[in-house]
């Protein structure tokens, strides 16, 4: 038996798509059913009373959590975002909401005695809801009271070996596509790499140091598959240096209609035969492709490694076999100075796992160390890099100047150059001046 009504919430329980209303009540009915037997630490309703809230939401428009909330755990400036109802009277379950963000593993590959260990101490302590994942690639449970933060981190570390994410002012979860596990376009393995780097910056990220808020992320190839580009400070994308790796006879075969163009990604629709000259020649950014009495030849020197051919003929092509990665620095959405993607700052760069990426490990903490100073209270690297320019990123992060960090160069001339640049400098006596023009 429901304890609020909730005819708006209803009507979300119908249609295809999987219905977390019908999904929270059905959590609400296992905590009151108890089969388990548990001693719940929060309320048994918590549930009932978030679809309470949520419904009087749905009424009214507006939402009912106050603003803000200080909480989390001793030692660490971050990983709780603390949420307390505007009506706690009606809605007790929910009057403290907590939501802890958990480490996740990169790309999120679990065991189910894993994932159980974690349901079995959020059943007890927490609400029984969860996000899998937030947007930035934690596990979000939803909902706790402050009492139990300790003892859910407790148990967190001590028995499940896991860790809090990122919040604040800090370095946050970085996240990384699955890469190498099951892609064969991965041109180093993000996933080590993102798990190497968020153990050596713990510090940075449970603690907050930084003017604002610092995110990264870790693709594979440039087809982005955990969107680094856009939704991190620091964004690292797989590429290749030279020729891309063509199996004529696997073009051939394409060609000749035995193996589905892009593995099948458009078979729903009906396109026509495949058509190599309209979907991949003609379609390449840089034509730099061709294919003529049956061999496909690229000139790679042209190549701007955009991916397509290759996602088109994935059997047949395949990225080069020097590979690294690009990293693009500023990503952010638009508040305050509108929205960034990430800027080119270093083309090409090993990802050596033999020196434990120092190379990466450089650029990021010359980065840092500028920001750090030199970035306003809660100013975006992004940001920083609009109000000092360009150049001063690249001279912090330690990388040389190179044409492919601009799309096109400046058409204004308001250039700035050094004094030590110019023969003579600035100190000029505008007498010297009068001797040759009179006034
Ligand atoms: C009533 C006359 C003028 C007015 C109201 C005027 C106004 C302005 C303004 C508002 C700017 C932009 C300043 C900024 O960057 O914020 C500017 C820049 C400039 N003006 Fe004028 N201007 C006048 C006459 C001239 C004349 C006669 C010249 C050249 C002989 C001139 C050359 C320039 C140049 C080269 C700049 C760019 C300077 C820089 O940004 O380094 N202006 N002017
Ligand atoms: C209210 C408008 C302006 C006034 C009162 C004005 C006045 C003057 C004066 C008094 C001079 C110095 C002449 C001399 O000593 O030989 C001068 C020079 C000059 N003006 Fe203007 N000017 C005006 C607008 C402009 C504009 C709009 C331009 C061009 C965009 C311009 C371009 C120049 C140039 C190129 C010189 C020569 C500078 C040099 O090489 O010494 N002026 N102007
Ligand atoms: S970003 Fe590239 S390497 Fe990573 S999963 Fe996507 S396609 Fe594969
Ligand atoms: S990767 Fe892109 S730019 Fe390079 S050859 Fe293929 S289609 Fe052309």
Same mark, same amino acid.
């Given at each position: 038996?429901?304890?609020?009504?909730?005819?708006?919430?209803?009507? &979300?329980?119908?249609?295809?798509?999987?219905?977390? $209303?019908?999904?929270?009540?059905?959590?609400?009915?296992?905590?009151?059913?108890?089969?388990?037997?548990?001693?719940?630490?929060?309320?048994?309703?918590?549930?009932?009373?978030?679809?309470?809230?949520? %419904?009087?939401?749905?009424?009214?428009?507006?939402?009912?959590?106050?603003?803000?909330?200080?909480?989390?755990?001793?030692?660490?400036? @971050?990983?709780?975002?603390?949420?307390?109802?505007?009506?706690?009277?009606?809605?007790?379950?929910?009057?403290?909401?907590? +939501?802890?963000?958990?480490?996740?593993?990169?790309? =999120?590959?679990?065991?189910?005695?894993?994932?159980?260990?974690?349901?079995? /101490?959020?059943?007890?302590?927490?609400?029984? &809801?969860?996000?899998?994942?937030?947007? +930035?690639?934690?596990?979000?449970? /939803?909902?706790?009271?402050?009492?139990?933060? %300790?003892?859910?981190?407790?148990?967190? +570390?001590?028995?499940?070996?896991?860790?809090?994410?990122?919040?604040?002012?800090?370095?946050?979860? #970085?996240?990384?596509?699955?890469?190498?596990? *099951?892609?064969?376009?991965?041109?180093?393995?993000?996933?080590?790499?993102?798990?190497?780097?968020?153990?050596?910056?713990?510090?940075?990220?449970?603690?907050?140091?930084?003017?604002?808020?610092?995110?990264?992320?870790?693709?594979?190839?440039?087809?982005?598959?955990?969107?680094?580009?856009?939704?991190?400070?620091?964004?690292?994308?797989?590429?290749?240096? @030279?020729? !891309?790796?063509?199996?004529?006879?696997?073009?051939?075969?394409?060609? @000749?209609?035995?193996?589905?163009?892009?593995?099948?990604?458009?078979?729903?629709?009906?396109?026509?035969?495949?058509?190599?000259?309209?979907?991949?020649?003609?379609?390449?950014?840089?034509?730099? !492709?061709?294919?003529?009495?049956?061999?496909?030849?690229?000139?790679?020197?042209?190549?701007?490694?955009?991916?397509?051919?290759?996602?088109?003929?994935? *059997?047949?092509? *395949?990225?080069?076999?020097?590979?690294?990665?690009?990293?693009?620095?500023?990503?952010?959405?638009?508040? /305050?100075?509108?929205?960034?993607? @990430?800027?080119?700052?270093? #083309?090409?760069?090993? $990802?050596?796992?033999?020196?434990?990426?120092?190379?990466? =490990?450089? !650029?990021?903490?010359?980065?840092?160390?500028?920001?750090?100073?030199?970035?306003?209270? *809660? %100013?975006? $690297?992004? %940001?920083?890099?609009?109000?000092?320019?360009?150049?001063?990123?690249?001279?912090?992060?330690?990388?040389?100047?190179?044409?492919?960090?601009?799309?096109?160069?400046?058409?204004? #001339?308001?250039?700035?150059?050094?004094?030590?640049?110019?023969?003579?400098?600035?100190?000029?006596?505008?007498?010297?001046?009068?001797?040759?023009?009179?006034?």
């Amino acid at each position: 038996m429901a304890k609020h009504k909730t005819p708006l919430l209803d009507q &979300l329980e119908s249609g295809p798509w999987p219905s977390f $209303v019908s999904d929270v009540k059905q959590e609400a009915e296992a905590r009151a059913k108890n089969e388990k037997g548990l001693d719940y630490q929060i309320p048994v309703d918590c549930p009932e009373d978030l679809l309470g809230v949520l %419904e009087l939401s749905y009424e009214d428009g507006e939402t009912h959590w106050k603003h803000g909330g200080i909480v989390g755990v001793f030692g660490y400036g @971050g990983g709780v975002i603390g949420r307390y109802c505007d009506q706690p009277e009606k809605f007790p379950g929910v009057a403290h909401f907590h +939501t802890m963000r958990v480490a996740q593993p990169a790309g =999120k590959w679990y065991t189910t005695k894993f994932l159980r260990d974690v349901c079995d /101490l959020w059943d007890l302590r927490g609400s029984g &809801l969860t996000n899998m994942h937030g947007s +930035t690639g934690d596990i979000v449970l /939803l909902g706790t009271t402050t009492p139990q933060l %300790e003892e859910i981190f407790f148990e967190l +570390t001590h028995n499940l070996d896991n860790d809090l994410g990122g919040s604040g002012s800090n370095l946050r979860t #970085p996240a990384a596509c699955m890469g190498m596990s *099951r892609c064969e376009y991965a041109c180093y393995n993000t996933q080590e790499l993102c798990y190497n780097l968020t153990q050596e910056y713990q510090d940075e990220l449970h603690r907050p140091a930084f003017p604002y808020k610092f995110k990264f992320k870790f693709d594979g190839c440039p087809n982005g598959c955990v969107a680094a580009i856009a939704r991190s400070d620091l964004g690292f994308l797989g590429t290749w240096k @030279g020729a !891309i790796q063509i199996d004529q006879e696997a073009v051939a075969a394409y060609v @000749g209609g035995e193996i589905a163009p892009n593995a099948g990604a458009h078979a729903d629709g009906d396109w026509g035969a495949f058509d190599i000259q309209k979907e991949v020649v003609d379609i390449c950014p840089s034509q730099c !492709i061709s294919y003529e009495d049956g061999k496909l030849k690229i000139d790679n020197s042209e190549c701007v490694r955009c991916m397509h051919c290759i996602n088109t003929m994935p *059997r047949a092509l *395949r990225p080069g076999v020097e590979r690294g990665t690009s990293i693009f620095c500023g990503a952010k959405a638009p508040i /305050l100075d509108g929205p960034q993607m @990430g800027s080119l700052l270093v #083309p090409f760069v090993e $990802v050596n796992a033999d020196d434990d990426y120092q190379a990466i =490990k450089d !650029i990021i903490e010359g980065v840092w160390d500028w920001w750090m100073e030199e970035g306003k209270n *809660r %100013e975006r $690297v992004g %940001e920083t890099m609009k109000r000092l320019g360009f150049g001063a990123l690249v001279r912090a992060a330690g990388v040389p100047f190179d044409p492919r960090q601009v799309q096109e160069p400046r058409h204004n #001339p308001y250039i700035f150059w050094k004094a030590d640049d110019v023969e003579g400098g600035w100190d000029r006596d505008i007498n010297d001046y009068r001797e040759r023009h009179q006034r």
